[in-house]
Nanobody, 125 residues
């Protein structure tokens, strides 16, 4: 089992920045990729950023490219989502998730085995 705990959410005005953290514990070795997802009220959960732990490569949703950066600590147990130039449409609950499988759809939530409890991000105009 693997546990994920997010932190760092809050309220921010448009144009501001936040950094979310996700700490992994338990059997962390099995997870090959970690993603950040968000879900706004009434909307589906969407993937915004992915990091492949071993090769440390990243990928982003078009809506956040150039504004968000996903990274990991050297111990590969702490993951970050640096968010800049925040927009009201970035508002939502942000989740950290980990997956051990290989997939052609790495932004799909169903491909992730482990989830954190989420941290709320609210951006006002």
């Amino acid at each position: 089992q693997m546990q994920l705990v997010e932190s760092g959410g809050g309220s921010m005005q448009a144009g501001g920045f936040l950094r979310l953290s996700c700490v992994a514990s338990g059997y962390t070795y099995s997870a090959s990729r970690v993603g950040w997802f968000r879900q706004a009220p009434g909307k589906e959960r969407e993937g915004v950023a992915i990091i492949y732990r071993r090769r440390c490569s990243t990928d982003y949703a078009d809506s956040v490219k150039g504004r968000f950066t996903i990274s990991q600590d050297n111990d590969e147990k702490t993951f970050y989502l640096q968010m800049t130039s925040l927009k009201p449409e970035d508002t939502g609950m942000y989740y950290c998730a980990a997956a051990s499988t290989v997939t052609d759809t790495p932004f799909s939530p169903v491909t992730y085995n482990y989830w954190g409890q989420g941290t709320q991000v609210t951006v006002s105009s």
